[in-house]
């Protein structure tokens, strides 16, 4: 099964407006990632958050984790039709079976209306 | 810079053919990965690599094969090609899990 839920699954907004998605994990991390991968194109990395770490920022976007909830957050903020895309945590684990993997979540898919 | 870099972009097999997906990568990363994308699936890995000579199992092994004879290559082998495993496959390179990881444009497979 995979590491990361994300909800919701589909989200529509009108530009301008702001974008949250939800992703939730199961075990202990080392740190969160989220990617965004446009319609059949690969996956480009957006923000990486370390376990220790509980906000950051990068330009529009806003990303925050609560490892004693096993749950991350990322905001876009002010839309653009150019957001639309699908987004998608992953998270890499600190040892063990979880060594050496990077799992990824089932992704949100983001429509931005102009 | 190529970064990652898959081929082919699309193939057809019959199944019961086999083949291998090329990946390879000019950033000197030690951790290489393949996924296979299905609809409502997300990412699922496949096998990963933490270093040359270094090679694991992921969530979905079964009918493919890797190894990595060298830091740049990372080929992916279907042993006997089956409908099950049309899919979208994806090779991905990093430093390691705790920095960004690079994908490449992805091979479309149709297995019929």
């Known amino acids: 099964s995979q590491q990361g839920e994300e909800d919701p699954q589909a989200l529509s907004i009108q530009e301008g407006e702001n974008a949250t998605m939800n992703c939730s994990y199961k075990t202990s991390i080392n740190n969160l990632q989220w990617y965004r991968q446009n319609s059949g194109r690969g996956l480009v990395h957006l923000i990486l958050i370390r376990s220790n770490e509980r906000e950051k920022h990068s330009g529009r976007l806003r990303v925050t984790l609560d490892t004693s909830k096993k749950s991350s957050s990322l905001l876009i903020t002010a839309s653009r039709a150019a957001d639309t895309a699908s987004y998608f945590c992953?998270?890499?684990?600190?040892?063990?079976?979880?060594?050496?993997?990077?799992?990824f979540g089932q992704g949100t898919i983001l429509t931005v209306h102009p | 810079n190529a970064g990652v870099t898959q081929t082919p972009k699309f193939q057809v097999l019959k199944t019961g053919q086999s083949m291998t997906l090329q990946c390879a990568q000019d950033?000197?990363?030690?951790?290489m990965s393949w996924y296979r994308q299905d609809p409502g699936m997300g990412l699922r890995l496949i096998h990963y690599s933490v270093g040359a000579g270094i090679t694991d199992q992921g969530e979905v092994p079964n009918g493919y094969n890797v190894s990595r004879s060298t830091t740049e290559d990372f080929p992916l082998r279907l042993l006997s090609a089956a409908p099950s495993q049309t899919s979208v496959y994806f090779c991905?390179?990093?430093?390691?899990?705790?920095?960004?990881?690079?994908f490449g444009q992805g091979t479309r497979l149709t297995v019929v």
């Open positions: 992953a998270t890499g684990g600190i040892g063990g079976t979880s060594y050496g993997k990077l799992t």
């Open positions: 991905a390179s990093s430093w390691n899990t705790n920095t960004e990881a690079f």
């Open positions: 950033m000197n990363h030690e951790y």
